[in-house]
């Protein structure tokens, strides 16, 4: 009973332990800011008017918002793709993806701004228009990937297309596209550390003042969170 | 020669060679046969020491196998798999060179050699610049025995070599490697799980079973054995029949000709004939006449050979 | 052409949305001043408005009924346009506004961009789509000396010989950190195959430095860095501080780690057993077999993992700049940092250049050494 236990967390333990060192950075920083400051001189009244749960509040957030918005829009893509069966409309979508990947999300970043300004909007159009590669590509051949003979036998009950879209393909492709999230969610947190660049939030915040300002306490106080956050994130989405 | 004497080998729990004693003459082809698992490929790849043995020796030219640097016994010993293995970043010319190349050779003899092997199997020299995945299997199996011949080994060890190719290749390269082996008269030590090719090719056939040999004997003369029920079982109660493949109208009518009818072929005109009598002509335009009982006498005279 | 359609519909779309309807600049009197939108009817005249469209509507239907004509000869003057657009819009002037011709500037809009992409989705259906592309790029570049009032020209104008020495900064640092990772990737994927029990913390290190986000890494970087260089103050002298070029080095080489080790650990997998069979049959040392079976089998998995390592650097390297590593990165986070989203540009556009011009080059070598190899090569075998 005990080792059946001990033997289903097995796999679970590397993402507690980010868990648990993340909790512990983000929440326990304050009160250890003080022993950190003995090798890492810097000023540290100065550390960071904002505290770090609240980064990592601003953090998720950004990420969140623009993920979950690549998502509906990479579903409907995704969907439109497969109901049109069009070749060309997916090499199409696909092929400008790809080009948007090839460009590095701090140059989309910085392209971002003479739209939307400085702040928080353009980092979350840049990563809004990253995620939506890796989450597109996935329900495309996600839905692509679904077993002839499914599609037949749903198409011999009687439903339209887009039932069988609704009821049948999308939830096979399901795992397909969880993937596809979970590899936009961790590059886009990756990515979001840059957003303090164009004065977004978030947990690149402390790292810029740091470089900034030559403060090895300000750097390691927002780096080594969101180090655990991407580890943390890449690990507990399985 | 190659002698083996008491060979186990050993798979964890099971005995895939059982205390195996061989003696294989020079010049012969001799073929390995059994069901799988019998052992046969361990055998032939104990060898050229592609598996180590637990107990037992093989004596190759004279000396223990083991007492040759690997790479050196390798390299005098002809190999020829299954599924070719040929180089596919090398062309055709580079993988039949491999060996004489890091022999040493020179370069006009590797270049004559090549070209004889390649007329030898009957491949067009145009190819020698083909990469291998532009070949077909048939093609590439006889580039690979080719390559095994390539620095002109005294023994050839040949694992299921035509086993990839489809039927009517397959006799072709059967056919032509018949003559080969006519002409060069390489020491060959041949597994394969097909009888009739086993009966086709073979000076001496080895039927094996569970890691044992179970007989050891020329084609014809494998009568003695067949009281044991595996062997039987084995080569089929029709062995006669097949037996009859073998042998060519030429050399039952003595003469030196060049015809691609056997024996076998004479008995299926004679179940058909009403008369029971099948009329041939030799070289010399004589008719001969072949019954029933004439087949039955010849291979009881082979036999005795 | 049937094949297509969609593409040339869309690319004919946003042309004629982009002529019609969109700013293609704004007229700005000095760097930070807000910029007065262009129309196109606005740079082109009343006349030439109406011409272009006509044209364009014309070049449609010769898309739509004449396309053999059209993929000939008319594509190829498709790609004179962009630059055409831009010298025509770089000679704006607007009625009753007081400004220095030497400060003012255009800076590009959305009509310009999407009238490229535009321009861009009708050539891709073409013969010799990347061809033309880039000669449409190239042709930009040629004519830059005609748009002087672009401030995106102003700009490098200003800092011309920077921008340079900035380009080539950004270029070394991008290519040498991967090739610094060769090596090691090659042995540590050859590790991972050999000793299977490795393998999961070969790939579990490795894999931390590409999911860790790249700002994070470079700035964790800049700590021991300085503490050494003050510890042993003649690598400062050897420039390796904690700002600068080493700390970026050292995060770009273990980030290129990651795609070497992961397509030579995959390359190797994927070799032939039957093919290693014979070679040691044949009589090949294990050296032998290293360097005649092994080697060459695997070199495109690893051609393909260096490709990936380069091009991913090129952009990475942008962060570079923020740690006094030059570059492109320095230009981008200098414009920003003043507002001045011209300077933003410059820097921008030659790292998505870069990137796709290494990734065309890198494919046109790639094909002419497997094609020498003669191996069945896979594409979707890359490991990114």
Redesign the interface.
């Known amino acids: 009973m005990k080792t059946r236990i001990v033997n289903d967390l097995k796999p679970h333990i590397m993402t507690l332990i980010y868990l648990v060192l993340f909790l512990v950075w983000v929440f326990g920083f304050d009160s250890f800011k003080e022993t950190l400051a003995i090798w890492f001189p810097g000023r540290i009244d100065l550390v960071s008017r904002t505290t770090l749960p609240v980064l990592t509040l601003q953090h998720l957030q950004i990420v969140l918002i623009s993920t979950s918005a690549a998502i509906l829009v990479s579903l409907i893509l995704g969907m439109l793709v497969h109901l049109t069966q069009s070749d060309e409309l997916e090499s199409l979508v696909l092929g400008l993806a790809n080009i948007l990947e090839t460009i590095p999300s701090a140059a989309i970043i910085a392209l971002s701004v003479p739209l939307l300004g400085y702040g928080n909007a353009p980092v979350l159009l840049a990563l809004w228009l990253y995620a939506i590669l890796p989450i597109s590509r996935n329900v495309m051949v996600g839905l692509r990937g679904v077993i002839p003979a499914v599609q037949d036998a749903a198409k011999g009950v009687g439903m339209t297309p887009l039932q069988r879209l609704l009821k049948v393909e999308m939830p096979l492709s399901r795992p397909m596209i969880l993937a596809g999230i979970k590899t936009a969610l961790v590059i886009n947190i990756s990515a979001a550390t840059i957003g303090a660049t164009v004065g977004a939030g978030g947990l690149g915040v402390p790292i810029i003042a740091g470089i900034r300002t030559y403060d090895p306490l300000l750097v390691l106080q927002g780096s080594i969170a969101v180090i655990l956050l991407a580890l943390l994130s890449e690990r507990a989405i399985r | 020669m190659i002698k083996i004497s008491g060979l186990s080998k050993h798979y964890g729990e099971t005995l895939a060679l059982d205390k195996v004693d061989l003696k294989i003459m020079d010049g012969e082809c001799v073929v390995l046969i059994g069901p799988s698992g019998c052992g046969k490929s361990s055998l032939l790849r104990s060898i050229?020491r592609?598996i180590d043995i637990d107990e037992g020796e093989i004596i190759v030219a004279g000396k223990d196998n083991k007492t040759y640097p690997?790479?050196?016994?390798?390299?005098?010993i002809g190999?020829c798999?299954q599924?070719?293995?040929?180089?596919?970043?090398y062309t055709v010319y580079e993988n039949i060179a491999?060996?004489p190349r890091?022999e040493k050779w020179d370069e006009t003899r590797i270049k004559e050699r090549v070209e004889f092997l390649m007329n030898l199997t009957g491949l067009p020299l145009s190819y020698l610049t083909k990469?291998?995945?532009e070949l077909s299997g048939g093609e590439a199996q006889r580039v690979g025995v080719c390559?095994a011949l390539a620095a002109d080994p005294d023994i050839l060890l040949m694992d299921e070599p035509f086993g990839a190719v489809d039927p009517m290749t397959r006799i072709k390269i059967q056919l032509a490697f018949k003559n080969i082996q006519k002409e060069l008269k390489k020491t060959v030590v041949f597994v394969t799980h097909d009888v009739e090719e086993a009966i086709l090719l073979a000076d001496k056939l080895v039927v094996m079973q569970e890691g044992k040999i179970l007989g050891y004997d020329a084609p014809e003369a494998f009568a003695k054995h067949m009281e044991e029920d595996f062997v039987r079982l084995f080569l089929g109660e029709d062995y006669p029949v097949k037996l009859l493949k073998r042998h060519g109208i030429d050399d039952y009518l003595k003469q030196d000709g060049d015809s691609s009818v056997t024996l076998h072929e004479i008995l299926g005109r004679l179940l058909k004939s009403e008369t029971g009598v099948v009329e041939v002509t030799d070289t010399q335009n004589k008719i001969h006449e072949i019954r029933f009982e004439d087949l039955t006498r010849y291979l009881r005279e082979e036999e005795r050979r | 052409m049937k094949t297509g359609r969609i593409t040339t519909a869309a690319g004919s779309f946003l042309t004629l949305f982009a002529l019609t309807l969109l700013p293609w600049g704004e007229f700005k009197i000095n760097r930070v001043a807000r910029g007065i939108p262009i129309q196109a009817m606005g740079f082109l005249g009343w006349a030439m408005w109406t011409t272009s469209i006509v044209v364009l509507l014309l070049i449609i239907a010769v898309i739509r009924w004449k396309p053999r004509f059209f993929n000939a000869i008319l594509s190829w003057i498709l790609l004179f346009l962009p630059s055409l657009g831009l010298i025509l819009l770089s000679r704006y002037i607007p009625d009753g506004v007081d400004f220095d011709p030497k400060v003012a500037r255009i800076s590009l809009g959305i009509g310009f961009y999407l009238f490229y992409v535009g321009i861009l989705l009708l050539l891709s259906k073409t013969a010799y789509p990347k061809l033309k592309i880039f000669l449409s790029f190239l042709f930009i570049l040629a004519f830059a000396g005609n748009m002087d009032a672009l401030g995106l020209v102003r700009e490098y104008r200003n800092i011309e010989e920077t921008f340079l020495r900035e380009l080539s900064r950004h270029l070394t640092l991008a290519l040498f950190s991967a090739m610094a990772a060769i090596l090691p990737g090659i042995l540590l994927g050859y590790a991972a195959m050999r000793y299977p029990k490795a393998r999961e913390w070969i790939f579990g290190f490795v894999h931390v430095f590409q999911v860790a986000p790249t700002l994070s890494l470079l700035a964790l970087m800049m700590i021991p860095l300085t503490a050494l260089s003050k510890a042993f103050p003649f690598l400062a002298d050897l420039g390796i501080k904690g700002i600068g070029f080493a700390p970026a080095f050292i995060v770009l080489f273990l980030y290129s780690l990651l795609p070497i080790t992961a397509n030579t650990y995959a390359g190797l997998k994927q070799t032939d057993p039957a093919v290693l069979e014979n070679a040691v049959a044949l009589g090949m040392s294990p050296r032998q077999t290293l360097i005649n079976v092994w080697f060459p089998l695997t070199l495109p998995s690893i051609f393909a993992g260096i490709r990936t390592a380069m091009t991913q650097n090129v952009g990475n390297t942008i962060l570079a700049g923020l740690v006094g590593g030059g570059g492109m990165g320095a230009l981008i986070f200098l414009g920003l940092s003043q507002s001045a989203l011209d300077l933003v540009l410059l820097g921008t556009i030659p790292v998505v250049v870069m990137a796709l011009i290494l990734d065309a080059v890198f494919e046109v070598v790639e094909v002419g050494t497997v094609r020498k190899l003669g191996v069945d090569y896979d594409q979707n075998l890359r490991v990114e």
Do not use: D
């Open positions: 050229n592609m690997p790479q050196e016994l390798r390299r005098k190999y798999i599924n070719v293995g040929l180089f596919p970043h491999v060996v890091m990469k291998p995945h390559r």
